[in-house]
């Protein structure tokens, strides 16, 4: 019971800190990919940076993905067959 109250804990604080992130870049451009090109200029490739960026851009669609799993998969599945 504790460790569910944990990980919920954790998880709540996690997507208030990355909405939070996404609302001050969404103020700032209207992408949340576009500030991530600033990290390849002529000269300097900043892939670190870079890469960290991707990652947490990518976090919504995968829990996205995670959770509506079972529904996309009976979607595509209920396409195909006549």
């Known amino acids: ?3 569910s109250l944990f990980i919920t804990i954790i998880s709540v604080l996690f997507i ?9 870049m969404l103020q ?7 500030p991530l090109l600033f990290f390849f200029g002529q000269y300097t490739k900043q892939w670190d940076l870079a890469l960290a960026g991707l990652v947490l851009t990518i976090i919504p669609v995968l829990l996205f993905y995670f959770f509506a799993q079972k529904h996309i998969i009976k979607s595509v599945t209920s396409g195909s067959i006549k």
């Open 28 to 34: 700032r451009t209207n992408s949340i990919i576009l």
């Open 16 to 24: 208030m800190l990355f909405a939070s992130m996404a609302a001050w």
């Open 1 to 3: 019971m504790e460790s």
